[in-house]
Antibody, heavy 120, light 108 residues
């Protein structure tokens, strides 16, 4: 059974940095691409970043490009998101999600999320 | 960027009724559209992928249809547990994945 657990969220000032982690279990992590998706409080879903299973392809949403860095450690079954130059509009619940079996472009399953609040 | 517009914003129906949710794309996404269900306080769950394929473990009362720019998610006979927000999402413009704004389904 796939299990994804995010951590690292918290309160940070604008311009600050935060590093999120996602611990994966229940599947062969090194075989699957992974995503980060976020959801501002009371709002909809926004895709943030993707990393291929072997790190050969990495993509970002325009809204975070140049500020966020996605990475993974296949030996530790962990996915990370380094967030720099944070803005108030980055405040959201951040989910990690495994690529769906049907396609890398879908998300299945999702973790429960970790909350990031950017505020002075 | 492909914009997905969902309607209605809220749907209020009684148990046993049929719910039809709409998702319209700003340009063709072929059949590369998924639907997710998000219950309060929970993460989203994949229901339908590639417009009409049910994900593993999804009840048969959920079905998807459409292609190009117009898509529908139908819940054939609503149950109280179906109360949730439903999102559509396209993968045609990979890697720029986008979601619709969601439809809230309320059970009377």
């Amino acid at each position: 059974q796939v299990h994804l657990v995010e951590s690292g969220g918290g309160v940070v000032q604008p311009g600050g940095s935060l590093r999120l982690s996602c611990a994966a279990s229940g599947f062969t992590f090194s075989n699957y691409g992974m995503h980060w998706v976020r959801q501002a409080p009371g709002k909809g879903l926004e895709w943030v970043a993707f990393i291929r299973h072997d790190r050969s392809n990495i993509y970002y949403a325009d809204s975070v490009k140049g500020r966020f860095t996605i990475s993974r450690d296949n030996s530790k079954n962990t996915l990370d998101l380094q967030m720099n130059s944070l803005r108030t509009e980055d405040s959201a619940l951040y989910y990690c999600a495994k690529v769906a079996s049907s396609s890398a472009g879908y998300f299945d399953p999702w973790g429960q999320g970790t909350l990031v609040t950017v505020s002075s | 960027e492909i914009v997905l517009t969902q309607s209605p914003a809220t749907l209020s129906l009684s148990p046993g009724e049929r719910a039809t949710l709409s998702c319209r794309a700003s340009q063709s996404v072929g059949s590369y559209l998924a639907w997710y269900q998000q219950k309060p306080g929970q993460a989203p769950r994949l229901l339908i992928y590639d417009a009409s394929n049910r994900a593993t473990g999804i009840p048969a009362r959920f079905s998807g249809s459409g292609s190009g720019t117009d898509f529908s998610l139908t819940i054939s006979s609503l149950e109280p547990d179906d109360s949730a927000v439903y999102y559509c999402q396209q993968r045609n413009n990979w890697p720029n994945l986008t979601f619709g704004g969601g439809t809230k389904v309320e059970i009377k």
